[in-house]
T-cell receptor, first 114, second 111 residues
Framework: DVKVTQSSRYLVKRTGEKVFLECVQDMDHENMFWYRQDPGLGLRLIYFSYDVKMKEKGDIPEGYSVSREKKERFSLILESASTNQTSMYLC?????????????FGPGTRLTVT | LAKTTQPISMDSYEGQEVNITCSHNNIATNDYITWYQQFPSQGPRFIIQGYKTKVTNEVASLFIPADRKSSTLSLPRVSLSDTAVYYCLVGDGGSARQLTFGSGTQLTVLP
């Protein structure tokens, strides 16, 4: 079974803090993605990566950065957390070349910024 | 990018067949149609993907008419555990920018 794990299920941070969200997959997938999910807005793509050290912006990259030093790990970084970044963050991975087909999602991290 | 439109919510009763329709009027020739399911407090899960006519797997069927401007996800004999949000996505898989999940359809199955 494909497993995508995220470092925390719940996280509370203060405004201005630097926040790291970690995601690890065990299927040797080349594609990895970070989304945020907010009520009424569905899932919105923040960043994605097709390979190690490769990243591309999604629809809402402002205020975020990412790091992919190893194939299995994709980190989302909030350089200076703000209250409007309070959200559910979902990581996903997929087979090479198939960004639409069968993405595997992690359980999500619910981040609250106070 | 092909935009999709789905109903915001649907109710059904246990044992009924449920059909959720997605409109995608500007679908491109190379685009596929993909459906995901999301339970509360979980990430979405892939259900089914198709290009034309009909696709069936152990979970659902996907019906796509000849003009491909819409598609229908069919869930046979739903149970309470099928209560979830269902998302329709359209794209050719060439770019992650096509990954627009939208708000989906909240299906509630009643006893």
């Amino acid at each position: 079974d494909v497993k995508v794990t995220q470092s925390s299920r719940y996280l509370v941070k203060r405004t201005g803090e630097k926040v790291f969200l970690e995601c690890v997959q065990d299927m040797d997938h080349e594609n990895m993605f970070w989304y945020r999910q907010d009520p009424g807005l569905g899932l919105r793509l923040i960043y994605f990566s097709y390979d190690v050290k490769m990243k591309e912006k999604g629809d809402i990259p402002e205020g975020y950065s990412v790091s992919r030093e190893k194939k299995e790990r994709f980190s989302l970084i909030l350089e200076s957390a703000s209250t409007n970044q309070t959200s559910m963050y979902l990581c996903a991975s997929s087979f090479p070349g198939q960004v639409l087909y069968e993405q595997y999602f992690g359980p999500g991290t619910r981040l609250t910024v106070t | 990018l092909a935009k999709t439109t789905q109903p915001i919510s649907m109710d059904s009763y246990e044992g009924q067949e449920v059909n959720i329709t997605c409109s995608h009027n500007n679908i491109a020739t190379n685009d596929y149609i993909t459906w995901y399911q999301q339970f509360p407090s979980q990430g979405p899960r892939f259900i089914i993907q198709g290009y034309k006519t009909k696709v069936t797997n152990e979970v659902a069927s996907l019906f796509i008419p000849a003009d491909r401007k819409s598609s229908t996800l069919s869930l046979p004999r739903v149970s309470l555990s099928d209560t979830a949000v269902y998302y329709c996505l359209v794209g050719d898989g060439g770019s992650a920018r096509q990954l627009t999940f939208g708000s989906g359809t909240q299906l509630t199955v009643l006893p």
